[in-house]
């Protein structure tokens, strides 16, 4: 079965920092591209951040700098190393596969997400 | 960055049909895709590449997309179609993947 289980969220400080997994089963993740996506309380959808087949990755405006993205093929697991964490953090975050198909640009697969409260 | 614009929230009677906007531009110069949300769940893909349907996805739900709006029609709308809908592009001009502000949908 194709699934992505996500850990590592937790409650952490203003500043502080943290690290997500996402593990896969049923694909490779070197086989295709990972994203995280993310959503705050009551919220919409957010990119953060994509680790591309290739090895190039992407991240949005408001994580650029503070996030890292990577991915562990012996593992089968991709990472989010979260710097200088801000309030505006707080969210839940998704862990997705790129479709396989075609040129991609969606998401087919997710994680049920984990929790991330940035809060003194 | 790129911005998709769609109605807060739809309401519909069981049986009628549910049409969600997605508002972008040149919207129809790109693929759109779109996702249905359920509480407390992840996101799943109910649309994808504009028009094309994932297996398992009812045929009643379909979408189109052209100039500045992308839409995404329930038909025969069911108590189980209620959900937040999301609409999602990449954009290769500012190389990213936007989604959409959201729509909430109420079947009455």
């Known amino acids: 079965e194709v699934q992505l289980v996500e850990s590592g969220g937790d409650l952490v400080q203003p500043g502080g920092s943290l690290r997500l997994s996402c593990a896969a089963s049923?694909?490779?993740?070197?086989?295709?591209?990972m994203a995280w996506v993310r959503q705050a309380p009551g919220k919409g959808l957010e990119w953060v951040s994509i680790?591309?087949?290739?090895?190039?990755?992407k991240y949005a405006d408001s994580v650029r700098g503070r996030f890292t993205i990577s991915r562990d093929n012996s593992k089968n697991t991709l990472f989010l190393q979260m710097e200088s964490l801000r309030a505006e953090d707080t969210a839940i975050y998704f862990c997705?596969?790129?479709?396989?198909?075609?040129?991609?640009?969606?998401?087919?697969?997710w994680g049920r997400g984990t929790p991330v409260t940035v809060s003194s | 960055s790129y911005v998709l614009t769609q109605p807060p929230s739809v309401s519909v009677a069981p049986g009628n049909t549910a049409t969600i906007a997605c508002g972008g531009n040149?919207?129809?110069?790109?693929?759109v895709h779109w996702y249905q949300q359920r509480p407390g769940q992840a996101p799943i893909v109910v649309i994808y590449?504009?028009?094309d349907r994932p297996s398992g996805i009812p045929e009643r739900f379909s979408g189109s997309n052209s100039g500045n709006t992308a839409t995404l029609t329930i038909s025969r709308v069911e108590a189980g179609d209620e959900a937040d809908y999301y609409c999602?592009?990449?954009?290769?001009?500012?190389?990213?993947?936007?989604f959409g502000t959201g729509t909430k949908v109420t079947v009455l």
């Open positions: 999602q592009v990449w954009d290769s001009v500012s190389d990213v993947y936007a």
């Open positions: 997705a596969r790129e479709a396989m198909i075609a040129s991609g640009q969606f998401f087919d697969i």
């Open positions: 590449y504009d028009t």
């Open positions: 049923g694909f490779t993740v070197s086989s295709t591209s």
């Open positions: 040149n919207l129809g110069s790109k693929s």
């Open positions: 680790f591309y087949t290739e090895g190039d990755t």
